[in-house]
């Protein structure tokens, strides 16, 4: 799975290599219509993004408090 983690950040991500984490949830259930992180374990997709250690991951504010958007870019 992690293989098409990669190569689906590597599809929609910025010209700066960037994808924004719920653009990749929304992505690979377009792609895999039974993806679910619970299936791995996981009941959220970011604890099973971290997981993977195959991501720099980067925390952005959002303007709202305690709320963060989340971003990864391949290693």
């Known amino acids: 799975m992690i293989k098409a983690f990669i190569e689906s950040v590597d599809e929609i991500s910025d010209d ?22 619970r299936n791995y374990g996981f009941s959220k997709l970011s604890p099973l993004i971290k997981s993977t250690n195959a991501f720099i991951i980067e925390a952005r504010e959002s303007g709202e408090k305690n709320i963060k958007h989340i971003y990864l870019k391949n290693k």
Do not use: N, R, V
Request: hydrophobic residues 35%.
């Open 16 to 37: 700066s290599g960037l994808a924004f984490l719920g653009s990749l949830g929304s992505y690979l259930i377009k792609k895999k219509t039974d993806f679910d992180p």
